[in-house]
Each structure stands twice: as C-alpha cells, then as structure tokens.
C-alpha cells in the first residue's frame, strides 16, 4: 500500500509538473487565463486518468482507464475551482510565474495530478479482473501425462461412460 502511494504520488507530480511547464514555456503564460485553468484542469484529469492505477496500455484495463479518465476531467475541473475560489495562497516562483496558488499552472496542475493519481493508484488492488485461460472438460493434465494419476484417470474415465450413457439414454 506504501508501495502503491509513493508510485501515485510520484506519477501525479510528474504529470502535472510537465503539464504546467508546457503552459508555462510552451504557451508563454505562467499566470492562468482562467478560461485555460479550467481547461488544463480537464487535460490534467483525463491524462491522470489513463496513466495512474491500471494504466490504458495494460491487458483488460481499457475500459476502467476510460472510466477514471472521463472521472479524473471532471474530479480536476471541481478541484480546479476549489484551489481558485478558497486556497488564495500567493507564491512567488520566479520566472515560473507571481500570484496565487490557483493562478500559477506550475502550482495547480501538480496539485490536482497528484491528488487523482494517488487517489487512483491506492485504489488499484494489483489484480486482474481477467478469469484466465479457460480449461476444456477432459482436457489433458501435466499429471496425467507424467503417469502419476492412475487413479484419477480411472475416475475420469468413469464419469465419461456415465455422459455418454446419459446421452445415449436421451437420444432413445
């Protein structure tokens, strides 16, 4: 569980910190327009989403990506404007960006990732929700094969007969 928190909190921080630092040098705005904020925040969620806990890429887990994707968007959009209506912490980040918390998308995003993905990863038991490989009835066993199973083979054979008897019967 340990193991599972420190992965969420390490995958949230890097995810919303290269969000925030590609609006910050790639859109040139380390100040949020707030029609941007919300709009990052989405961007935030839904990536969160598809890369914490069960990642898109693994077997059987496109579906729950997609669901904690569309979840993470509009978890990270209510998020967004709780961190802009009631956290007004000003922080200064140098050439980062001047303002509130809410204001700064190199403050924001990695708040909000960071929550998703350590909510995400704690919830992410480990295990598949993949039954396996389905085994035919009467199929040939390892044991069996290497002669150990005398007794079981008898007992299989038996119950065997006892179908096609019953089938036979059926048929009549």
């Not at 925030?20 to 859109?27: E, T």
């Not at 295990?127 to 005398?150: I, T, W």
């Amino acid at each position: 569980m340990v193991k599972r928190a420190l992965v969420g909190l390490l995958k949230g921080a890097i995810i919303g910190a290269i969000l925030g630092l590609v609006i910050v040098y790639g859109l040139g705005m380390p100040v949020f327009a707030a029609w941007l904020a919300y709009l990052a925040a989405v961007v935030t969620g839904a990536l969160t989403g598809l890369v914490a806990g069960r990642a898109i890429w693994e077997k059987g887990a496109r579906i729950e990506a997609g669901l904690k994707a569309a979840a993470g968007a509009v978890v990270a959009a209510g998020a967004m404007f709780a961190i802009r209506k009631w956290l007004n912490v000003p922080a200064d980040l140098g050439a980062l960006g001047r303002g509130v918390i809410g204001d700064l998308p190199i403050a924001s995003l990695p708040l909000i990732a960071t929550g998703l993905a350590l909510f995400f990863e704690i919830d992410n038991t480990g295990e598949s929700n993949d039954p396996g490989p389905k085994k035919r009835v009467g199929a040939e066993s390892p044991v069996r094969l290497a002669g150990n199973g005398a007794a079981e083979e008898e007992e299989i054979g038996e119950a065997a007969d006892d179908v096609a008897r019953s089938e036979e019967a059926r048929r009549h």
